[in-house]
Each structure stands twice: as C-alpha cells, then as structure tokens.
C-alpha cells in the first residue's frame, strides 16, 4: 500500500483542497472572515468551508503539509497576504494564485533544491527587498483609504490603480527574494507567440493617447491616461527583455 507521502507527491493539483483547509482555518480563526466571505475567495461553497474547518475534507493531507516547516511557513506568508488584500478591497485571481502555490508546495514536499539564486540571496538583500514590501504594502493601504474617502470616481479610480500596482510590486519583490532559476530555453511556438505579442504592443504603442489626451484638461483624467501610455511602453520594454534572453546573444 502506498504511504500518504507517495500519494501526496504524485500530482500538483491533489494539493489543492489541503491548502483550501489551510487557508480556511488560519482565515476564520485568525482573521476573523465569515463563512461566506471564505467561500467567496477560495472558489468553494460555504459548506465545502464548513467541512474544510470540521477537518473532514483533505484531513490527512492537511496534516501532512504542516508537518513540513518550509511548507508551513510558506502558507502562513500567503494566506497573510491574501486576508490583507481582500480586506483591502483589492480584486484576487485565487485560482491561478492556489494553482501556482500547488505547485510550489509541491515541490517543496519532493525535497528539491533551491536554485542558485535561492542561495545566494541573503542578509542585506533580503532585508532590503523585505523593507520594500513593507513600503509597498502601506503604499497600498494609504491609497485606498483615501480612495474610500472621495466622492470623484475618477479619483477613485487613480487611486485604487495605485493600491492595486503597490501590492503587484509588493508580490513581485516578494518572487524575487526567493530567487529564480535561470531562464530555461524556450520552445520555438512560445517564441512565435513573444514575436506576435511585441507586434502586438507596437502597433498599440504607435496609436498613442496624445491626441486624446489633450482633450481632456482635468488633472485625475489626464493622470489615468498617462498611466496607460506608461503601461504600453512597460509592456514592450519587458517583451523585448524576455526575447533578447530567449533568443540569445
């Protein structure tokens, strides 16, 4: 018969209602979420809830992961940020986040080594990205407070791109404190699709806002436009970075 072990480490995704468990139980009983409120982030129905908290769902599993310190400490990481952001108000793509983490749980279960650059990054770096997330976090927070505030819903709005982009810099800077394996070589078809893509963006680049913009004289809705003529060159800047490194020198 096979260990628990054995079956735990056979497919990413059989991970998935563990970690749900997990998150239930630190979100209502050290966040204080309700029910409903759980079962809204997670995907799930109330009662899958319910019986995520009465262990009788993914029990066994459950129990397993946490007995693995690194696993632990990586679900206690995410699930503090997940609870931060939804009583931010921010929008969370929970399904891609959870599939992701699968993933990573996994791997950590297996036992594989670290990249080098998990290695390598430690003491004042580490300190240093940590002391950014904090930057950005609060960033984020003070953002929407002021955006609950205001009654201009272009304000509004300017506001909240802001949170939402502190805490997109917050997860980034938290991706990269973990390190990365270098980039490994990419299929010809996911190359065709970079090639396509930057076609893509050029042509959204070439058709920029000046004249729209200069249309509009209010401070919020020039802000918001500019933010897009910013957001087109961003793009492109990093499909050019990822096809100079996929094509190589």
Do not use: C, W
Not at 14 to 33: G, M, Q, T, V
Not at 69 to 95: C, G, M, N, Y
Not at 197 to 216: C, G, I, N
């Amino acid at each position: 018969m096979r260990t628990l072990r054995s079956r735990l480490l056979e497919r990413p995704e059989e991970l998935l209602p563990a970690i749900r468990a997990a998150f239930s139980y630190a979100l209502f009983n050290k966040h204080k979420l309700r029910k409903s409120e759980i079962a809204a982030i997670l995907g799930v129905s109330p009662a899958s809830v319910t019986q995520y908290l009465n262990s009788s769902r993914a029990a066994n599993t459950y129990r397993e992961m946490l007995r693995n310190a690194k696993v632990s400490k990586l679900l206690d990481s995410r699930v503090e940020d997940l609870a931060q952001r939804f009583k931010l108000k921010v929008p969370i793509d929970t399904s891609r986040e959870l599939s992701e983490l699968s993933i990573e749980v996994f791997r950590m279960l297996k036992g594989e080594p670290m990249s080098r650059e998990e290695v390598t990054l430690k003491g004042d770096v580490l300190e240093m990205i940590a002391e950014r997330v904090k930057l950005e976090e609060l960033a984020a927070k003070r953002a929407l407070d002021v955006a609950s505030r205001t009654t201009d819903e272009l304000l509004k709005s300017a506001l909240r791109q802001i949170a939402t982009d502190s805490l997109r810099h917050a997860e980034i800077l938290t991706l990269v404190s973990k390190g990365a394996p270098p980039l490994a070589s990419i299929s010809d078809q996911d190359l065709a699709l970079l090639e396509e893509l930057a076609r893509y963006e050029s042509e959204a680049e070439e058709k920029d806002l000046d004249v729209l913009m200069k249309r509009f004289k209010t401070p919020t809705a020039l802000a918001l436009l500019t933010s897009i003529e910013y957001d087109e060159k961003k793009h492109r800047a990093m499909i050019d970075i990822l096809l100079q490194l996929t094509r190589g020198p």
